[in-house]
């Protein structure tokens, strides 16, 4: 049986396994991916179970990104649905189906971390603060309190137990000094969750919180699930939480198919709430479950397993190898030998010279190796500041994946800079960067003599620039590119005034070139993949708030980054170009790279010290078995174990005396208890970067090189209009601004779901719902223009009349489309119905708007909101798509295709057609390909006027 094909014995237990739990102890490199996704396939495949009742959960859209990946590959069939998710994508999707059974809306918004802070922040008078709102800095607390609200809900800590404990203590004689300050938390814990209800919002801990909430309350609603999901798997459960084990325990039962996958000595997210003990009680929950253990490691050489099994023996006896007696001595398939070092230098700076030298050495001596096969550790990211600049020198490309610092990307702060100028013109900060934006090409000598200008007449830079005729002695071009600036800042600050801040961004990047010369930098994927991450906090604030201005989200933004916000990054790892990788361990957890350098391993440093908590949750009331002994060391020797076994190869452990300050830095424990003792201080060195031959690097493709495995229609079709808009669109992903028609289309869309599958719920419900009215079989007209209401997307229409024009022109459509149909409503089989369609070894992703059924089959209904051609003809390659998942996937007989204009309420129709669906299918396959070649040549022509590239793009037809 294929699916089984070159799994080890342990390997091929854990997937064949039947009934009853399993645990699957995992080490490092074992594959248990691999486990993962074969069990999958192989339930699938033996038909002990459906592909949709298998759940699998995980903690990384990533993670799960990759598994759906891999079952797609292994299944040789198509299949309906399959539910791998994160815990919190699962806890979504199901509150989205059940919120309204208890009482909660199931439209609700879930709100990032910004806007949580912004909701916090905005609404701090009505939370009664003292000791947490000092009077200096109001905000100071704002982000620590919401980390507090986090850790509650990852112990399903609900603040009627919060507020519950603290009453308790004011009536402790011995407790009355902690009183206030909780009392004073747990309150603002309550208004907290008071104010997400009044604003129709959850956050991710509520998508787990009130997902088991909502299980314990509506009996029927789990039985429901517990008969759908009748095998359940965990990936990393070693980093689950309370709350979520509960929910996995609730789900599980009775029959208890679960199988977990977990490794205790690479449990290192104690500070997000993950609970080690969790692995102990499940053999307490489970005590019949059956264990196995995955030792056979196919990453790493035997003498770095060694070293790290040595190591990881000084957390005894608080590992599952002492308490559950089984062997965890991970044993390589590999030949030949490892090299590992330890690196000692007499300064920070030499380290990094010494890591460089060897990086350079292990690449001049193997050709064959890549710059993506090198990795520096760090234990924080401000740790990467000492090796960054000595990469930089010797052109060695890298890159830099931390988890924080968006703010202080170079693309943001120039993007940054010039939304502050708009805000206030005097900000001379802001202008400098702004005259040293690289695409201006203005010569630096100019720049110094406009800025001593400024100095000498006591002027800000824009009063120098908007009279810049009277400074002397600057080049010709410096007039002319200093007065296009200035009028870009006069006509956007007149925009400002009526247009939002996402909108002023958008305008900003495409009028400035700022965009257009990104793109074509050697770092456009990086840089773009930055911006739209800031793009997402704009969003957030226009999400917010009603007065979307510049002024506003800039107020906004500053007060965040004083109150200590960095902003988050969410790195791509399989994207990019070769580069050497710098990473904390914690983003390095589940990587793998041919030579790992793990640097700074001095006292303080690595192992680092204990930190608290900001707010910490009282002992009382956690719920999790607290951990016993040194936890914080236990969890470091961990981390650094992560850190040991990332590495196939080579293993280099680095270290130096003089880091500034008065003393010199002690070595790390680690290093002793490494065996790594009493090294000899190696000479720092100098390298003479004047001297030496510079390396040669080819110029790196602005696009990403991971391309897509799977894909969709409009992927498609955007490649056939032209390679180069699908490389801006779906490689580089490049913001575009939104479009009336879109919110108008989407609000349709959504409103048409609401009524059939209220249609449908009239026809096929027959009890009454929960507070006792029975639903009608048929929706009035009078619903279907509130559920429109109610969908109504507010955003990006030009201006107040242009929304009341839109507004209007779908409730008309929306009418008659009533009166046409209310006779001979359409009998829905599907709504939204999602699919996985394999064509060839490729797969296709879609989502069919609607299927009717048919005496002799079906008919594919997809909706649209443009005017109906006039040549009553439209492309029929997705519903042909459509046709072909129809029939290949559900298994169902295509009859009719239809395209439905919504505004005409005219459908154009066609019978099915087995020699177009054919050749529709050949026509996908060799886009696909096509895009797997990485063949983006740009085909300019008429399509270029409403290409949303267009101002940027070098290729456009004039």
């Known amino acids: 049986m294929e699916i089984l094909a070159k799994l080890n014995q342990e390997q091929k237990q854990a997937v064949i396994h039947k009934n009853g739990p399993l645990l699957i102890v995992a080490g490092a490199g074992t594959g248990k991916t691999t486990v993962i996704t074969r069990r999958i396939a192989y339930l699938i495949e033996e038909k002990i179970v459906k592909p949709e009742e298998i759940l699998a959960l995980t903690f990384t859209e990533k993670a799960a990104g990759e598994m759906a990946e891999r079952v797609d590959g292994l299944l040789p069939l198509g299949y309906v649905d399959l539910w791998i998710s994160t815990f919190h994508g699962f806890g979504e999707r199901i509150l989205k189906d059940h919120a309204l059974d208890v009482g ?489 790279f041919a030579y790992v350098f793990v640097v700074n391993l001095v006292d303080k440093r690595f192992p680092s010290i204990a930190r608290k908590e900001a707010i910490p949750i009282p002992d009382e009331i956690v719920k999790d078995v607290l951990p016993q002994g040194d936890w914080h060391l236990e969890e470091e020797r961990r981390l650094f174990y992560v850190a040991m076994t990332r590495a196939k190869n080579g293993l280099f452990l680095t270290s130096g005396e003089d880091y500034g300050g008065a003393r010199k830095k002690k070595p790390s424990r680690f290093l002793q208890e490494t065996g790594f003792v009493n090294t000899a201080p190696a000479p720092s060195g100098q390298i003479l970067f004047g001297n030496e031959k510079k390396l040669s690097l080819a110029q790196i493709k602005a696009e990403a090189k991971h391309l897509p495995q799977i894909f969709s229609f409009t992927q498609l079709k955007a490649y056939e209009t032209c390679p180069w808009q699908y490389r801006f669109a779906f490689l580089l992903k490049v913001p575009t601004p939104s479009k009336p028609s879109f919110s108008f289309g989407k609000t349709i869309h959504n409103t048409l779901y609401e009524f059939f599958r209220r249609l449908q719920e009239g026809e096929t419900n027959q009890q009454a719902p929960l507070f006792g009215k029975k639903a009608q079989k048929t929706p009035t007209q009078a619903e279907l223009l509130k559920i429109y209401q109610e969908k109504w997307i507010d955003e990006w229409y030009l201006s107040k009349k242009n929304r009341e024009e839109y507004f209007k022109k779908g409730e008309e459509a929306l009418k008659k489309f009533y009166d046409l149909n209310q006779q001979n409503w359409p009998k829905v089989l599907y709504l939204e119905k999602k699919f996985n369609l394999k064509i060839g070894k490729y797969t296709i992703k879609g989502a069919i708007d609607r299927l009717d059924q048919l005496a002799e089959g079906v008919e594919i209904v997809d909706y649209k909101t443009g005017n109906f051609p006039k040549t009553g003809k439209k492309d029929q390659e997705q519903l042909y798509l459509y046709a072909l998942a129809v029939k290949e996937v559900l298994q169902l007989t295509p009859e009719k295709l239809s395209y439905y204009f919504i505004e005409e309420n005219q459908p154009l129709t066609e019978e099915f057609n087995l020699a177009k669906m054919e050749k529709v299918q050949t026509w996908a396959l060799n886009l696909i390909e096509k895009i797997l070649q990485g063949n983006f040549k740009p085909t300019p022509g008429f399509h270029c006027r409403y290409c949303d590239f267009k101002e940027i793009c070098e290729f456009r037809a004039k």
């Open 104 to 592: 909660l809306s199931n439209d609700f918004k879930l709100l990032s971390d910004t806007e949580q802070w912004l909701l916090v922040k905005e609404h701090l008078e009505e939370f009664d603060l003292d000791y947490y709102r000092p009077k200096g800095n109001p905000t100071k607390f704002v982000q620590g309190l919401i980390a507090h609200f986090s850790r509650l809900k990852d112990e399903d800590i609900t603040p009627a137990e919060y507020v519950a404990y603290a009453q308790k203590l004011k009536l402790d004689t011995d407790q009355t000094d902690s009183f206030s300050r909780i009392y004073e938390v747990a309150t603002a814990y309550a208004k907290y969750q008071q104010l997400l209800r009044e604003h129709n919002a959850f956050d991710f801990g509520d998508l787990i919180v009130e997902t088991v909430h909502l299980l314990k309350q509506r009996p029927h609603i789990l039985q429901k699930l517990r008969q759908q999901f009748q095998y359940i798997l965990v990936d990393e459960f070693q980093d689950t939480n309370y709350a979520q084990y509960d929910l996995i325990k609730l789900l599980a039962a009775p029959h208890n198919n679960l199988t977990v996958v977990a490794d205790d000595d690479q449990s290192i997210y104690s500070f997000r709430g993950a609970a080690m003990s969790n692995i102990l009680i499940f053999k307490k929950d489970y005590p019949n479950s059956k264990e196995i253990s995955l030792t056979q490691n196919y990453r790493s050489q035997q003498a770095i397993l060694d070293l790290a099994y040595d190591f990881i023996q000084h957390n005894n006896p608080n590992r599952l190898e002492e308490t559950l007696k089984i062997d965890k001595h991970l044993q390589s398939n590999k030949t030949g030998q490892a090299l590992i070092e330890h690196l000692h230098a007499q300064s920070l700076e030499g380290e990094a010279q010494l890591v460089l030298d060897k990086i350079l050495a292990l690449k001049q001596k193997n050709k064959k190796l890549s710059w993506n096969d090198f990795a520096i550790l760090v234990r924080a990211n401000d740790q990467a500041n000492t090796f960054i600049p000595y990469l930089e020198r010797t052109e060695i490309p890298y890159q830099f994946l931390a988890s924080r610092g968006l703010f202080t990307k170079a693309v943001i702060l120039d993007l940054l800079a010039f939304l502050r100028l708009l805000d206030n013109y005097h900000e001379s900060r802001s202008f400098y960067r702004l005259l040293n934006f690289a695409h201006w090409h203005l010569p630096p000598a100019d720049v110094i003599n406009i800025i001593n200008w400024a100095h000498k007449k006591t002027q800000s830079l824009f009063e120098v620039c908007r009279n810049l005729q009277l400074v002397p002695n600057l080049h010709k071009n410096t007039y002319q590119t200093i007065a296009s600036i200035m009028s870009l800042i006069d006509k956007l600050s007149l925009e400002t005034r009526f247009k939002t801040i996402g909108e002023i961004t958008l305008r900003f990047l495409e009028m400035s070139g700022y965009l257009k010369w990104l793109t074509q930098n050697k770092k456009a994927a990086e840089n773009i993949l930055y911006l739209n991450q800031f793009y997402k906090y704009i969003i957030a604030f226009e999400r917010a708030h009603e007065e979307k201005t510049t002024h506003n989200f800039v107020y906004e933004l500053n007060s965040m980054i004083d109150a200590g916000e960095e902003g988050q990054l969410q790195p791509d790892f399989t994207e990019g170009p070769e580069a050497v990788k710098i990473m904390t361990v914690h983003a390095a957890k589940g990587l793998e």
